[in-house]
């Protein structure tokens, strides 16, 4: 039997593109789903045709949405499961999900951790590029905020600073943190405490003018001093209540 015989006919249930005799005997039904087909005098039209598609495309596309909608659900119940894990403290080390709050101290679930042998600059203190301000101590902690992620940090205890805090190295895919932060010109060696342990990641950075080496800056040590005998004009004090943290990490850190 020749095509020229035969008529197209889509399935309104399945989409299925059937064809039939034009002289049919017997009322035709749908090779897939069996559904009896209306065979019209003439071609189905345009607006039929896209009907009958649109109506077969609907359990595939139901399908990917339940899909996707499960997915989501997955990763959001995991992010919570993995940012509800308590902190596991072994020994002298802990280990858990970081919050940054500034450039060389996080938290651990409510644990301020102070990072062992370096310094970065407070979050309000800024340097000049071309004559314009720039914020480095902000610019530090959002580096390191970058670096960690959401992946698990592990801090081993070395030493308690006067406001009770603890002083640890840490580490994140067995990356030391307070390395990478002078390393990329973010903090600097504090050789009060770190006997010099980080002064070459610290030259190489200087040479290479990495992160606040970019302008001239103040050390930050120099830079709370000044702060603390007022010889620095406090221009975010209007801005404070925008970081509940400031005033507790200043006072602190003073």
């Not at 090779?31 to 009958?52: F, I, T």
């Not at 003018?209 to 221009?235: A, I, T």
Request: charged share 25%.
């Amino acid at each position: 039997m020749g095509f020229h015989f035969l008529k197209t006919v889509y399935c309104p249930r399945c989409g299925l593109k059937n064809f039939v005799p034009k002289k049919a005997s017997a009322k035709p039904r749908c090779g897939r789903c069996g559904r009896p087909l209306y065979v019209p005098d003439r071609m189905q039209s345009k607006h039929g045709l896209r009907w009958a598609i649109k109506k077969a495309m609907r359990p595939p596309l139901w399908a990917f949405l339940v899909l996707g909608l499960a997915v989501v659900a997955y990763k959001t119940f995991d992010g919570r499961m993995l940012s509800d894990r308590p902190s596991v403290s072994t020994g002298d080390s802990v280990t858990g999900t970081t919050s940054v709050v500034d450039g060389d101290t996080i938290e651990i679930h409510g644990r301020r951790i102070r990072l062992w042998g370096i310094d970065a600059p407070e979050s309000t203190q800024t340097c000049k590029i071309a004559g314009r301000p720039w914020r480095i101590g902000q610019r530090a902690a959002l580096a390191l905020s970058d670096q960690i992620k959401y992946r698990v940090v592990t801090c081993q205890h070395r030493d308690t600073d006067r406001y009770g805090r603890m002083v640890a190295a840490c580490t994140v895919s067995g990356r030391d943190l307070a390395g990478w932060l002078v390393s990329e010109g973010w903090a600097l060696d504090y050789p009060q405490y770190s006997d010099g342990a980080y002064q070459e990641q610290q030259a190489r950075a200087k040479l290479r003018r990495r992160g606040m080496w970019q302008c001239e800056f103040v050390l930050p040590w120099e830079w709370r001093r000044q702060r603390h005998s007022g010889l620095l004009e406090d221009r975010t004090r209007p801005l404070r209540f925008l970081n509940p943290y400031l005033a507790e990490i200043e006072h602190r850190r003073l």
